[in-house]
C-alpha cells in the first residue's frame, strides 16, 4: 500500500513529503516535467554515484543535466557553488527550470541555496539519499554554505517543490554515516517525542534494512514539519525552530575548531546532545541518571560522546560567540527540560559552559 505523503504546511504554500517513493516514482515525475518543457539540472553526490551507477539512468537524467561534485563537507563551499550557477547559466536555464538535490545534507544544502539564488529563485526537489538528509536537512528550507569563518554562514529559507523519501537508497550508506544520521534521530526524540526516545532504548540497534526504519523516519519528519509550520524564519523570541538545534551550538564550535573532517556532522551533534544534558542537569532541568541514557544510546550507535582529542577550549568559546542562536550578545543553548521536551535558555554564564568543554575534553 503506498504511504500517504506528509505535507509540510507554511504561511505562504505547503508541500509534500512522499515516502517509500521508489525510482520508477521519481524517475516518472522527472518525465513529466520535461514532458512540460521544464529544463532540468541536477546537482548530484560523486560518492553517491560511485555506490549507485545506476541511479542518473534509473531516474532517466540524461548525463549532461547533471553535475556531480566532490563527497564531504568542503563542497558547501563558495568554488562549488559558483561552478553550481555557472552550470546552470552554461544550460540556459530560465526561471521555470527545476533543480533536483541528490546526495546527502551537502548536496541537498548547496543545492538549495544555488536554487535559491539563480535568477532569483527557481524551483527545487530535494532527494535526500542520507539517513541525516531524511530526517533533517531535505525538509525546512534551510539551505546555504560554509565560509572559512564558520559553518552555515551563507544561505537562504528557500523551500523545496517536494522532498521524496526512498529508504532503499540507504542500503548503500556507509555504516558511519549510518549513525550519524541516528543522532540526529536520537536529538528528535529528546527534543520534542519521549514515546521514539524509549522506542529507540527498547529496540535493537537499528539499520539501513529494519522494519522499524521507514516509520521513525516519518515520525521524525512529521516532528521537523510542525516545528517549522509553527516558526519558519526561526524568528520566535524563544522556543520555536531553535529547539531543532539541540546540541548544534557545541556541535558547530566542534566542527569550526576541528576543521571539517575529523567529525562527521551527526558525530559532533552526538557530542553536542551529551553535553547539552550535561549542561541541562547542572540548570537543575534533568536528573544526573538521564544523561547516562543518552549517552548509552548514542554509543550503541558508536557515536563519540566526547571530543576524540583536546581542541583548545577557547577557540570552541569564541566559535560559540558566532552562533546565530545567540540573542543581544548572550550565549543561547538549547536545553532540556525532560526527555521529549527541550526549551531555549539565554544568559547562560559563559564560565559553566568553558568547564562543560573542559570536562568533556580531560577524558579524551
Ligand atoms: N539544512 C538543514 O536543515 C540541515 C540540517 C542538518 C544538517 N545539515 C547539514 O547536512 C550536512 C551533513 O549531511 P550528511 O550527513 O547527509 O552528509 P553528506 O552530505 O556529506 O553525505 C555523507 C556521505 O555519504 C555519501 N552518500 C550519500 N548518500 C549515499 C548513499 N545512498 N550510498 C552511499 N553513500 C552515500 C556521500 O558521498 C558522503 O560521503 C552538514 O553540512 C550539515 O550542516 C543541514
Known amino acids: 500500500m503506498k504511504t500517504q505523503a506528509l505535507q509540510v504546511e507554511l504561511a505562504d504554500r505547503s508541500y509534500p513529503i512522499h515516502f517509500e517513493s521508489p525510482r520508477e516514482v521519481l524517475a516518472r515525475q522527472i518525465g513529466h516535467l520535461r514532458d512540460a518543457g521544464h529544463g532540468l539540472a541536477a546537482i548530484v ?11 542518473l539512468a534509473d531516474l532517466g537524467l540524461q548525463p549532461e543535466e547533471c553535475l556531480a561534485l566532490p563527497a564531504g563537507e568542503p563542497t558547501k563551499a563558495t568554488e562549488p557553488f559558483s561552478r553550481s550557477l555557472s552550470f546552470l547559466a552554461d544550460r540556459a536555464l530560465n526561471r521555470d527550470s527545476v533543480l533536483f538535490a541528490l546526495g546527502g545534507g551537502v548536496i541537498g544544502d548547496l543545492a538549495g541555496f544555488v536554487a535559491a539564488s539563480y535568477l532569483r529563485g527557481i524551483s527545487f526537489h530535494q532527494v535526500p539519499t542520507t539517513l541525516l538528509a531524511m530526517v533533517d536537512s531535505s525538509v525546512g528550507g534551510k539551505t546555504g554554505i560554509n565560509l572559512p569563518e564558520g559553518k552555515n554562514l551563507v544561505g537562504a529559507f528557500w523551500q523545496p ?18 549513525a550519524a544520521g541516528m543522532a540526529e534521530v536520537i536529538k528528535y526524540g529528546l527534543l520534542a517525542d519521549a ?12 539499520h539501513s534494512g529494519s522494519p522499524e526504519l521507514a516509520q521513525m523516519i ?17 524568528t520566535a523570541a524563544s522556543g520555536g525552530r531553535a529547539l531543532l538545534n539541540l546540541g548544534h551550538t557545541f556541535a558547530h564550535a566542534i566542527e569550526n575548531v576541528a576543521g571539517y573532517g575529523d567529525y562527521l556532522h551527526g558525530e559532533a551533534v552526538a557530542i553536542g546532545l551529551h553535553l547539552a544534558a550535561i549542561l541541562s542537569v547542572e540548570l537543575g532541568h534533568i536528573k544526573a541518571r538521564e544523561i547516562s541514557r543518552i549517552s548509552d544510546l548514542l554509543q550503541r550507535y558508536e557515536l563519540p560522546v566526547r571530543l576524540k582529542q583536546n581542541l583548545p577550549v577557547e577557540d570552541l568559546m569564541e566559535a560559540m560567540r558566532r552562533d546565530k542562536k545567540n540573542r ?12 521529549g521536551q527541550a526549551v531555549t535558555s539565554d544568559g547562560i554564564d559563559p564560565t559553566q559552559i568553558t568547564r562543560i568543554w573542559e570536562e ?5
Do not use: W
Open 195 to 206: 514515546e521514539l526516545f524509549n522506542e529507540l532504548e527498547r529496540l535493537d540497534t537499528l
Open 45 to 55: 553526490d560523486q560518492g553517491l554515484l560511485e555506490a549507485q551507477p545506476t541511479l
Open 328 to 339: 543581544s550578545g548572550q550565549l543561547r543553548f538549547v536545553t532540556l527540560q525532560k526527555i
Open 161 to 178: 517543490e517536494a522532498v521524496y523519501i526512498d529508504t532503499t537508497i540507504l542500503q548503500t550508506l556507509p555504516a558511519r554515516e549510518f
Open 218 to 234: 516519518r515520525r521524525c519528519c512529521a516532528i521537523k514539519a510542525r516545528v517549522v509550520a509553527e516558526d519558519e524564519k526561526e
Open 360 to 364: 568533556a575534553s580531560a577524558k579524551a
